[in-house]
Nanobody, 115 residues
Protein backbone atom coordinates (compact mmCIF):
# COMPACT_ATOMS: atom_id res chain seq x y z
CA UNK A 1 0.00 0.00 0.00
CA UNK A 2 1.38 3.36 -1.02
CA UNK A 3 1.54 5.95 1.76
CA UNK A 4 2.65 9.57 1.85
CA UNK A 5 3.15 11.23 5.23
CA UNK A 6 3.87 14.95 5.52
CA UNK A 7 5.50 16.66 8.47
CA UNK A 8 7.23 19.90 9.37
CA UNK A 9 4.41 22.41 9.32
CA UNK A 10 3.93 25.01 12.00
CA UNK A 11 3.42 28.63 12.92
CA UNK A 12 6.11 31.12 11.87
CA UNK A 13 6.44 34.85 11.40
CA UNK A 14 6.74 36.54 8.04
CA UNK A 15 10.23 36.24 6.61
CA UNK A 16 11.05 33.02 8.42
CA UNK A 17 11.64 29.56 6.96
CA UNK A 18 10.22 26.06 7.30
CA UNK A 19 11.14 22.70 5.79
CA UNK A 20 8.39 20.23 5.01
CA UNK A 21 9.00 16.52 4.56
CA UNK A 22 7.03 13.88 2.67
CA UNK A 23 7.96 10.34 3.64
CA UNK A 24 6.91 7.69 1.14
CA UNK A 25 6.40 3.97 1.59
CA UNK A 26 5.06 1.08 -0.48
CA UNK A 27 6.40 2.45 -3.75
CA UNK A 28 9.63 2.46 -5.75
CA UNK A 29 10.76 5.95 -4.82
CA UNK A 30 13.38 6.09 -7.57
CA UNK A 31 10.88 6.04 -10.43
CA UNK A 32 8.10 8.35 -9.27
CA UNK A 33 7.32 12.01 -9.75
CA UNK A 34 6.19 13.82 -6.63
CA UNK A 35 4.40 17.11 -6.11
CA UNK A 36 3.62 19.61 -3.39
CA UNK A 37 0.20 21.23 -3.37
CA UNK A 38 -1.32 23.70 -0.96
CA UNK A 39 -4.84 24.75 -0.14
CA UNK A 40 -5.72 27.90 1.71
CA UNK A 41 -9.07 28.27 3.42
CA UNK A 42 -11.75 29.04 0.87
CA UNK A 43 -9.44 28.59 -2.10
CA UNK A 44 -8.76 25.85 -4.62
CA UNK A 45 -5.86 23.49 -4.19
CA UNK A 46 -2.78 24.90 -5.93
CA UNK A 47 0.24 23.08 -7.37
CA UNK A 48 3.34 24.54 -5.73
CA UNK A 49 6.27 22.41 -6.86
CA UNK A 50 7.13 19.19 -8.64
CA UNK A 51 10.21 17.00 -8.74
CA UNK A 52 10.66 14.22 -11.25
CA UNK A 53 12.30 10.85 -10.70
CA UNK A 54 15.49 12.33 -12.15
CA UNK A 55 15.39 15.25 -9.75
CA UNK A 56 14.20 17.94 -12.15
CA UNK A 57 12.30 20.58 -10.20
CA UNK A 58 9.65 23.08 -11.26
CA UNK A 59 7.70 25.71 -9.33
CA UNK A 60 4.65 27.89 -9.48
CA UNK A 61 5.30 31.56 -10.10
CA UNK A 62 4.05 32.38 -6.61
CA UNK A 63 6.91 30.51 -4.91
CA UNK A 64 9.70 30.57 -7.48
CA UNK A 65 12.91 31.87 -5.97
CA UNK A 66 11.70 31.28 -2.39
CA UNK A 67 10.91 27.56 -2.24
CA UNK A 68 13.16 24.64 -3.10
CA UNK A 69 12.00 21.07 -3.63
CA UNK A 70 14.41 18.16 -3.24
CA UNK A 71 14.41 14.44 -2.66
CA UNK A 72 16.56 12.01 -0.70
CA UNK A 73 16.72 8.61 -2.39
CA UNK A 74 18.22 6.92 0.67
CA UNK A 75 15.33 8.03 2.90
CA UNK A 76 12.51 7.82 0.29
CA UNK A 77 11.61 11.35 1.26
CA UNK A 78 10.79 14.56 -0.57
CA UNK A 79 11.38 17.96 0.99
CA UNK A 80 10.11 21.48 0.50
CA UNK A 81 12.39 24.20 1.84
CA UNK A 82 10.33 27.36 2.20
CA UNK A 83 12.17 30.63 2.70
CA UNK A 84 10.87 34.16 3.01
CA UNK A 85 7.45 32.95 4.07
CA UNK A 86 4.59 35.41 3.79
CA UNK A 87 1.03 35.40 5.18
CA UNK A 88 -0.24 34.43 1.69
CA UNK A 89 1.69 31.16 2.07
CA UNK A 90 -0.63 30.12 4.89
CA UNK A 91 -2.30 26.87 3.82
CA UNK A 92 -2.44 23.13 4.32
CA UNK A 93 0.41 21.63 2.31
CA UNK A 94 -0.03 18.21 0.72
CA UNK A 95 2.34 15.90 -1.09
CA UNK A 96 0.99 13.97 -4.02
CA UNK A 97 2.10 11.14 -6.24
CA UNK A 98 0.42 11.23 -9.66
CA UNK A 99 -0.61 7.78 -10.85
CA UNK A 100 -2.66 6.48 -13.78
CA UNK A 101 -4.74 4.32 -11.46
CA UNK A 102 -5.46 7.19 -9.09
CA UNK A 103 -3.33 9.86 -7.48
CA UNK A 104 -2.06 9.29 -3.96
CA UNK A 105 -2.28 12.09 -1.41
CA UNK A 106 -0.87 12.63 2.02
CA UNK A 107 -2.93 13.87 4.94
CA UNK A 108 -1.47 17.39 4.80
CA UNK A 109 0.45 19.61 7.18
CA UNK A 110 -0.64 23.08 8.26
CA UNK A 111 1.62 26.07 7.63
CA UNK A 112 0.60 29.35 9.21
CA UNK A 113 2.53 32.57 8.63
CA UNK A 114 1.78 35.55 10.85
CA UNK A 115 2.46 39.13 9.79
Amino acid sequence: QVRLVESGGGLVQAGESLRLSCKTSGVNFRIITLRWYRQATGKQRELVAQITSAGTASYSDSVKGRFNVSRNYAWNTMYLQMNGLQPDDTAVYYCQMPRDTGDIWGQGTQVTVSS
